[in-house]
């Protein structure tokens, strides 16, 4: 015999009780974005408009 309080067979997700989530229980405070944030998302619109730029012959 072993020393589990349980056999393999009397457990199983079955027997788990199903929470479901609600929206209310994941909400989203906003927030300030952080300087670095900003630079890379400026970074990446201004890398964007200058490849389209040289793709187009205008750079």
């Known amino acids: 015999m072993s ?13 788990a009780p199903k929470r479901e989530i609600s929206p209310e229980d994941e909400t989203l405070e906003p927030g300030s974005p952080s300087a670095e944030n900003v630079f890379f998302v400026l970074l990446g619109v201004f890398m964007t408009v200058f490849i389209f730029l040289r793709l187009l012959g205008l750079a």
């Open 3 to 15: 020393d589990w309080k349980f056999d393999t067979d009397e457990v199983g997700d079955d027997d």
